[in-house]
């Protein structure tokens, strides 16, 4: 027995180490707290060590600052992708330019708890500066002073002598760059942009390519006609606060490109026409390309007859109130994007491919809310692996032939709730051959499907005719519900097969259909629904409709909308600019 005893010692510490071990990876070690804003959104990242288990929660709260009354936010998601293990997340719909607290309280079962307190500021809305020279151009090449009788003649002669706060009235006329190039090279200064702004008097034809090469430029009221790159970046340079208003973009091919990066621009209310035949299924030719940038603005833009409407954000931007149809490959591409993108309140119309692409994600999470897409060939949302967190809520999918078929596997990873997927024709609402059971990430329940006809709800794996069979054999949501298209919608107008047109509408619901009511309460989205609990889908009964596209006449011609009958157009409240 003796004998024995250093052997048993020694097993019994390689066990109380071995679980030592086992405790220390399933405890939470916090680490580094990363924030950032745009105007209506926070980001939060939070780097942890530990929790193998992914049992630990992060709560979220805020308020504005000096205000008493916290208000709950969505849990920040738990991620452990791509080489980033931590809580990351938003809290969205927020005023500009105020000055927010963020409280966030971590607990871990195994061990680990830490409160935080973030201040974090949300960007203003871009304001011209208003004590700045006013100087007027016309077309030209060389001479002139600025004035009203002797304008600069074009607008390389304006730009040489252009400091931070200077208007410069760009009159009527056709202008030309160096090279094929009009390069705008003098930056302005914080509060004080260099504005280059149409006059007022008639069309301000800019016929080469615009080529950003400073900070704080602002574009707004031209019109962009050079063919193949509308406007681009320069090698030299990133820019950063650039402003793109109610300018109009005919005939590019890649019309706002980022090319050589840019930080924090803010892009809205422009009319961006491409030169790419929707029918043709092309997957070249970008309407607002960011080239894998951060902290962007693109808001209530136009975008038609190009392949892709929006792509390629970076991390923290927000893309809201676009207006995307008759495009030929997808709608908006977050793809390769890292954590905290935000896509909401667009209305995409008659993609060739796809609606929204997850081809693939590189960070966690996104978001992606009260978007109406309408009806790609393919699928509402592109998957392609790898995929991680993201919120899908409020969405209206409308496919022509199925609504979620491709990477549809990809769904075990995100959060979807509160979500209409509508197939047009008779088919399966979600298609998934490689099946696949619920993880730590899951979150599928409360979505409202309609598969027509067919003989089966959904594939996943096996094929199930109805949804109770489904959950009964997944777990997968319990709470879902069928509705019937033909009597839920004031307006559903999907007349023919991609690439034909679908007519701009509100896809809202009648009362009586049985997805009001029907959705959970998420907090910081929807707690201003009306009724017993939140409507699914994209709109809200008795909510205000929201705006798509440019909020002011451009002087360019727009598709009319299809407004559901009995029901008035109420914008949302604009931006205070």
Same mark, same amino acid.
């Given at each position: 027995?003796?004998?024995?005893?250093?052997?048993?010692?020694?097993?019994?510490?390689?066990?109380?180490?071995?679980?030592?071990?086992?405790?220390?990876?399933?405890?939470?070690?916090?680490?580094?707290?990363?924030?950032?804003?745009?105007?209506?959104?926070?980001?939060?990242?939070?780097?942890?060590? $530990?929790?193998? &288990?992914? %049992?630990?929660?992060? #709560?979220?709260?805020? +308020?504005?600052?000096?205000?008493?009354? =916290?208000?709950?936010?969505?849990?920040?998601?738990?991620?452990?992708?791509?080489?980033?293990?931590?809580?990351?997340?938003?809290?969205?719909?927020?005023?500009?330019?105020?000055?927010?607290?963020?409280?966030?309280?971590?607990?871990?079962?195994?061990?680990?708890?830490?409160?935080?307190?973030?201040?974090?500021?949300?960007?203003?809305?871009?304001?011209?500066?208003?004590?700045?020279?006013?100087?007027?151009?016309?077309?030209?090449?060389?001479?002139?002073?600025?004035?009203?009788?002797?304008?600069?003649?074009?607008?390389?002669?304006?730009?040489?002598?252009?400091?931070?706060?200077?208007?410069?009235?760009?009159?009527?006329?056709?202008?030309?760059?160096?090279?094929?190039?009009?390069?705008?090279?003098?930056?302005?200064?914080?509060?004080?942009?260099?504005?280059?702004? $149409?006059?007022? &008097?008639? %069309?301000?034809?800019? #016929?080469?390519?615009? +080529?950003?090469?400073?900070?704080?430029? =602002?574009?707004?009221?031209?019109?962009?006609?050079?063919?193949?790159?509308?406007?681009?970046?320069?090698?030299?340079?990133?820019?950063?606060?650039?402003?793109?208003?109610?300018?109009?973009?005919?005939?590019?091919?890649?019309?706002?490109?980022?090319?050589?990066?840019?930080?924090?621009?803010?892009?809205?209310?422009?009319?961006?026409?491409?030169?790419?035949?929707?029918?043709?299924?092309?997957f070249g030719g970008e309407g607002i390309e960011l080239n894998h940038s951060s902290g962007h603005v693109v808001a209530y833009n136009s975008i038609t007859h190009v392949a892709d409407g929006i792509s390629y954000p970076h991390r923290n931007c927000d893309i809201y109130g676009n207006e995307i149809f008759d495009v030929a490959d997808d709608g908006i591409e977050p793809d390769y994007g890292y954590a905290n993108n935000r896509i909401w309140a667009n209305r995409i119309s008659g993609a060739y491919h796809n609606g929204i692409s997850f081809q693939p994600m590189n960070g966690a999470p996104w978001y992606i809310l009260y978007n109406q897409v309408a009806a790609p060939l393919e699928s509402a949302m592109k998957f392609r692996s790898p995929v991680d967190r993201a919120l899908i809520a409020h969405n209206t999918f409308v496919g022509w032939q199925g609504v979620q078929k491709f990477g549809s596997n990809s769904l075990l990873a995100v959060q979807s709730n509160n979500n209409l997927y509508i197939s047009v024709n008779d088919w399966y609402a979600w298609e998934n051959g490689n099946g696949g059971l619920p993880d730590w990430r899951t979150n599928l329940d409360y979505d409202g499907f309609d598969w027509g006809g067919h003989v089966y709800a959904i594939k996943w794996g096996e094929r199930y005719s109805d949804l109770a069979s489904f959950t009964a054999a997944t777990g997968l949501e319990p709470h879902a519900i069928r509705i019937d298209k033909n009597t839920c919608f004031a307006t559903f107008d999907v007349p023919a097969e991609p690439p034909a047109s679908v007519p701009l509408q509100y896809m809202t619901l009648q009362n009586g259909c049985n997805a009001v009511d029907a959705g959970i309460v998420l907090p910081n989205i929807n707690e201003d629904f009306t009724g017993m609990a939140p409507d699914l889908g994209a709109y809200e009964i008795g909510a205000p409709l929201p705006h798509y596209g440019p909020r002011e006449d451009t002087g360019f011609p727009k598709r009319k909308t299809t407004i559901p009958p009995l029901l008035p157009l109420l914008l949302l409240k604009n931006e205070v600019e």
């Open positions: 027995m003796k004998n024995l005893l250093p052997a048993l010692l020694f097993i019994i510490s390689i066990l109380l180490f071995s679980a030592a071990v086992v405790s220390a990876a399933s405890d939470t070690i916090p680490g580094t707290l990363r924030s950032y804003a745009t105007i209506h959104s926070i980001g939060i990242e939070w780097d942890i060590t $530990g929790d193998d &288990d992914h %049992d630990a929660t992060c #709560q979220a709260q805020y +308020r504005k600052q000096g205000t008493g009354t =916290w208000k709950q936010a969505m849990l920040l998601f738990r991620v452990d992708f791509n080489g980033f293990n931590g809580f990351a997340g938003s809290i969205l719909f927020l005023e500009p330019a105020g000055i927010y607290e963020v409280l966030l309280n971590l607990v871990d079962p195994d061990g680990g708890v830490d409160n935080r307190i973030e201040t974090v500021a949300t960007r203003a809305v871009p304001i011209k500066p208003a004590s700045g020279r006013m100087l007027h151009v016309v077309p030209g090449s060389g001479g002139g002073s600025g004035s009203v009788s002797s304008p600069f003649q074009g607008i390389a002669a304006a730009q040489a002598v252009a400091q931070p706060g200077d208007v410069f009235l760009l009159h009527a006329g056709n202008y030309n760059g160096e090279s094929g190039e009009i390069l705008f090279y003098a930056s302005g200064a914080s509060d004080k942009h260099i504005v280059w702004q $149409g006059a007022g &008097d008639g %069309d301000v034809v800019l #016929q080469d390519t615009l +080529r950003i090469g400073a900070d704080y430029i =602002w574009l707004e009221g031209l019109h962009i006609v050079a063919g193949g790159n509308g406007l681009l970046t320069h090698w030299s340079h990133t820019p950063a606060e650039v402003v793109m208003t109610r300018n109009n973009f005919t005939n590019c091919h890649n019309c706002i490109n980022l090319n050589h990066g840019g930080t924090n621009w803010y892009i809205t209310d422009n009319v961006i026409v491409g030169d790419v035949d929707p029918a043709s299924g092309s």
